[in-house]
């Protein structure tokens, strides 16, 4: 069974940063792209993120580019996600989300975690 | 960017109503179409992949048609555990987009 924990959300004050973490498990990690999508207190879908499988690729949000950063650890089954200079737009709940393929440019988000609270505020 | 525009934002329909929801991208993206059910509190489960490919496990009342620039969710018979916003996504531009969401409830 796939599973994805995510943990790192918090408080943090505007202009501080955060890095997020997803633990994988039940699938060879190292054969997907992986992705992070954000929701915002009621609010819809946004996705923020995706890796290929080797790092090879990598794509951002325009919301976030030259702020977060995407990185796998594929030994240990790990994505993480380094969000530094904050802004109150991007409190929401921060999902991990598997790919069904190796390349997240073709994404389409087949498991996802519980998510991981982001709030940002002074 | 792709933008892509649901409608209607909500609905309310009755339990074995057909519901209809439509997608369209601001320009063509094919069949890279996919929805998601998001429940009250949980994540989101993709429905179905390429417009019209139904998920494994997804219940046969749900079906996915369109391709180019317009596409549509239909459930032909609301069940009260359809009770859920649904989403499109579409996956032809890297700079992966979805739609605003549809609530759809029961009247």
């Known amino acids: 069974e796939v599973q994805l924990v995510e943990s790192g959300g918090g408080l943090v004050q505007p202009g501080r940063s955060l890095r997020l973490s997803c633990a994988a498990s039940?699938?060879?990690?190292?054969?997907?792209?992986m992705h992070w999508v954000r929701q915002a207190p009621g609010k819809g879908l946004e996705w923020v993120s995706g890796v290929n499988w080797n790092s090879g690729s990598i794509g951002y949000a325009d919301s976030v580019k030259g702020r977060f950063t995407i990185s796998r650890d594929n030994a240990n089954n790990s994505l993480y996600l380094q969000m530094n200079s904050l802004r109150a737009e991007d409190t929401a709940l921060y999902y991990c989300?598997?790919?069904?393929?190796?390349?997240?440019?073709?994404?389409?988000?087949?498991?996802w975690g519980q998510g991981t609270l982001v709030t940002v505020s002074s | 960017d792709i933008q892509m525009t649901q409608s209607p934002s909500s609905l309310s329909a009755s339990v074995g109503d057909r519901v209809t929801i439509t997608c369209q991208a601001s320009?063509?993206?094919?069949?890279?179409l996919n929805w998601y059910q998001q429940k009250p509190g949980k994540a989101p489960k993709v429905l179905i992949q390429?417009?019209?490919n139904l998920e494994t496990g997804v219940p046969s009342r749900f079906s996915g048609r369109g391709s180019g620039t317009v596409f549509t969710l239909t459930i032909s018979s609301l069940q009260p555990e359809d009770v859920a916003t649904y989403y499109c996504q579409q996956s032809d531009n890297p700079l992966l987009t979805f739609g605003g969401g549809t609530k759809v409830e029961i009247k």
């Open positions: 039940g699938f060879t990690f190292d054969d997907y792209a």
């Open positions: 390429d417009a019209s």
């Open positions: 989300a598997k790919n069904r393929v190796g390349s997240y440019s073709r994404g389409l988000f087949d498991n």
């Open positions: 320009q063509d993206i094919s069949n890279y």
